[in-house]
């Protein structure tokens, strides 16, 4: 059986979750669903970055302890994800002793290798990336590119990782295969930074507490990103369970946004290579959700929960938008009039419609009663289409491409109804062909949105008196047409998605 194990960043507990890391955690929550929905056996991961001196100056800000801190942040974001109706397998955070383990012997491999040294490094270091900077990489003035603040000069003794080293290892990686990171221009952008000379980089810290333990030199602790990033191996049983790991690795895919490009397509594969494991099959870079044209982040004043848009526009809905209107790969305008533009067009006018007058219709011709889909149906050759266009949306890491296939079964549903217009027709086969086949592309579409409108789709199976739920069914098998038996209760429920006037 196919394994898919997929990841998101682990986020920062400085600040509360915002709609940027729900744009994160759907698209991997819906990528997961979608491969548990064709068969394959899927391993979700998420988590909380605990350590380092950002979260310790926020604990500090608080009068509180960094675990004291992070043990009242952490639930925050386990909470904001189960709002969201995602289902992720495993819920990671940098502070549990699992991961100091895998920290420790994966940086001991490491450093037995010969890829650690000890020097002093002096250098700008912005608190908020979690960084030292080269000057030839800030603003004017001295100032981050990503936080616009000034850069603090620290001088320490610390521990390098000799990523120099790994220069042509890399390069021969990314030429060996090209689908490695994705988009393009990404991949394009890791590459150009690695072909332009990589400096070794320092993994350790002096001046701060607040991490995980070297466990050669009690003095120092390792740097934010050096332990954060061991947490992909971490959650499959690195340095524990060899058997799992074995099993998991590197069949993974990372899911990032575009600010951490660098470390996780030139650092984390160097530092795989330096423990003597793979590096990771697979990571998609997404850009940004933007707010007025300004990146969506904890620094910013554009901070949205996502407890708030789900309680305004309800769950599904807003999964929706999330993964149809931005897609993978590029920025995105995050807007309250993009969700109800897009909620009155798909999910009211097209899908909730179409559920509506299809039970109104079989509750007053047939009885109540669905009849079964006709196997001559037009819809019969528009649905194979659809589930084949549907896939490949799906398989390329594009879930918009994905919904906006299956939505072209909607429409073309709604569109035959438009024409047959049984609700005019008296009751017998001609009547019977044309609501049955509606109530076959009903079930197929719940099948495959069921990824993204995980409660909507289980909502529209029982209505139209199906068994079980939609993301039980496995791909292709369950899309084939003339699955819907006939013979089935139809109720008649309230809209799913009632017009919205805002």
């Known amino acids: 059986m196919p394994r898919y194990y997929v990841t998101t960043p682990i986020y920062y507990v400085k600040d509360a979750p915002h709609v940027g890391h729900a744009y994160t955690t759907v698209n991997a929550d819906a990528l997961a669903r979608w491969h548990r929905l064709v068969g394959d056996e899927v391993f979700f991961l998420t988590g909380t970055d605990e ?16 675990l004291e801190w992070t043990d009242q942040m952490a639930p925050r974001f386990a909470e904001a994800w189960a ?23 994966f ?32 603003l004017e003035g001295g100032r981050c590119p990503d936080h616009q603040t000034p850069l603090e ?24 295969d090209p689908t490695a990171v994705a988009p393009e221009s990404k991949r394009n952008e890791a590459l150009s930074f690695i072909k332009g000379g990589l400096r070794d980089i320092s993994i350790t810290r002096t001046s701060i507490d607040w991490g995980v333990r070297v466990p050669w030199d009690d003095e120092h602790v390792f740097y934010v990103w050096y332990d954060a990033l061991i947490n992909y191996v971490t959650a499959i049983g690195y340095g524990e369970d060899p058997e799992r790991f074995a099993e998991w690795w590197p069949a993974v895919h990372h ?3 575009k600010e951490i490009i660098r470390f996780h397509c030139v650092w984390w594969p160097a530092m795989c290579m330096a423990a ?19 990146k969506m982040s904890n620094s910013s004043v554009n901070r949205i929960t996502p407890a708030s848009l789900a309680e305004e526009y309800g769950v599904d809905p807003l999964r929706y938008h999330l993964l149809r209107d931005i897609p993978l790969g590029s920025d995105g305008e995050f807007s309250a009039e993009g969700i109800t533009a897009r909620y009155n067009a798909d999910l009211a006018n097209n899908l909730g419609n179409l559920l509506s007058r299809v039970a109104t219709v079989v509750g007053s011709k047939c009885g109540g009663t669905g009849p079964a889909p006709d196997p001559a149906s037009r819809l019969a050759a528009v649905a194979a289409e659809v589930v084949a266009d549907t896939a490949a949306g799906w398989d390329a890491s594009r879930p918009d491409l994905g919904l906006e296939a299956t939505w072209r079964l909607i429409r073309e549903t709604n569109a035959e109804l438009e024409a047959a217009e049984p609700w005019k027709a008296e009751p017998g086969p001609a009547v019977d062909a044309v609501l ?67």
């Open 255 to 257: 899911l990032i946004g």
């Open 107 to 138: 940086l001991s491999a490491i450093y037995e290798n010969g890829f650690i040294y000890k020097d002093t490094y002096r250098g700008l270091y912005c608190v908020g990336c979690e960084r030292y900077y080269a000057a030839d990489e800030l």
């Open 153 to 176: 000069e620290l001088e320490e003794e610390n521990y390098f990782f000799r990523l120099s080293a790994f220069e042509d290892r890399l390069v021969a990686w990314y030429e060996a």
């Open 83 to 105: 709002g969201l109706d995602v289902a992720n397998d495993d819920f990671i955070r940098t502070t549990e002793p699992r991961h100091r383990e895998a920290v420790q012997r």
């Open 276 to 294: 003597g494991i793979d590096p990771p099959a697979h990571v998609q870079v997404h850009g940004w959700l933007l707010l007025g044209g300004a």
């Open 436 to 502: 049955g086949s509606a109530l076959e592309a009903l079930r197929i579409v719940a099948v495959l949105a069921s990824p993204a409108l995980p409660a909507t789709t289980r909502e529209i199976w029982r209505r139209i008196g199906l068994d079980g739920l939609p993301e039980e069914q496995r791909l292709p098998a369950a899309a084939a047409w003339c699955g819907y038996p006939g013979g089935l209760p139809v109720e008649k429920g309230a809209p799913l998605f009632p017009r919205r006037k805002d």
């Open 51 to 66: 350590h380092g001196q950002k979260v310790a100056r926020a604990a500090e800000e608080q009068g509180m302890a960094p």
